[in-house]
């Protein structure tokens, strides 16, 4: 039989190792959040310029400390069951590209354009990343999609720069 002490400790140990785990949890859950949540780097020499026969738009709003772009990209009569598309942010000072984590969305407006099908509803995306701060470099940097559907991709230089949402 255990004695009292020894219990003691043996509760002691349990409850240091519990909070050995939960302590590992909430840096795996950190860890998580901003690996999902932070813009990337982007390689785009992969991605010719889109043909004009894409039809976008782009909109960008600073709202509860985020920077939010949304929008669609669409050709008519492309299907677009396999659709991936990314936003990014191009500096044109360093030619480099980040890529802000972007999210698929429906949009019924795309479907309603002339000539377009209903599948370009599915041509709709959303993305975020934390505010650019006033007089940053990413303030001048320009919203870019990198246009991926049915097998044909294309990067679309929108010329609307992070910094106009603000």
Same mark, same amino acid.
């Given at each position: 039989?255990?004695?009292?002490?020894?219990?003691?400790?043996? /509760?002691?140990?349990?409850?240091? @190792?519990?909070?050995?785990?939960?302590?590992?949890?909430?840096?795996?859950?950190?860890? @998580?959040? @901003?690996?999902?949540?932070?813009?990337?780097?982007? =390689? /785009?020499?992969?991605?010719?310029?889109?043909? =004009? !026969?894409?039809?976008?738009?782009?909109?960008?709003?600073?709202?509860?400390?985020?920077?939010?772009?949304?929008?669609?990209?669409?050709?008519?009569?492309?299907?677009?069951?396999?659709?991936?598309?990314?936003?990014?942010?191009?500096?044109?000072?360093?030619?480099?590209? @980040?890529?802000?984590?972007?999210?698929? !969305?429906?949009?019924?407006? /795309?479907? *309603?354009?002339?000539?377009?099908? *209903?599948?370009? *509803?599915?041509?709709?995306?959303? /993305?975020?990343?934390?505010?650019?701060?006033?007089? !940053?470099?990413?303030?001048? !940097?320009?919203?870019?999609?990198?246009?991926?559907?049915?097998?044909?991709?294309?990067?679309?230089?929108?010329?609307?720069?992070?910094?106009?949402?603000?």
């Amino acid at each position: 039989m255990l004695e009292r002490s020894d219990r003691t400790r043996a /509760a002691r140990v349990a409850a240091a @190792l519990a909070a050995g785990i939960l302590a590992c949890a909430a840096l795996l859950a950190v860890c @998580l959040y @901003l690996s999902l949540s932070l813009p990337s780097e982007f =390689d /785009a020499s992969g991605w010719p310029e889109a043909e =004009d !026969s894409v039809v976008w738009t782009v909109e960008t709003k600073c709202e509860n400390g985020r920077l939010y772009v949304t929008g669609y990209a669409v050709e008519a009569g492309l299907r677009m069951y396999e659709v991936n598309t990314r936003i990014l942010l191009y500096d044109a000072g360093t030619g480099r590209y @980040l890529e802000l984590p972007t999210q698929m !969305s429906v949009r019924e407006d /795309a479907a *309603a354009l002339p000539g377009m099908g *209903a599948d370009a *509803a599915f041509g709709g995306f959303c /993305a975020s990343a934390p505010v650019l701060f006033p007089g !940053s470099a990413a303030q001048d !940097s320009e919203v870019c999609i990198a246009w991926d559907a049915g097998g044909q991709r294309g990067l679309i230089h929108t010329g609307r720069k992070a910094g106009d949402a603000a």
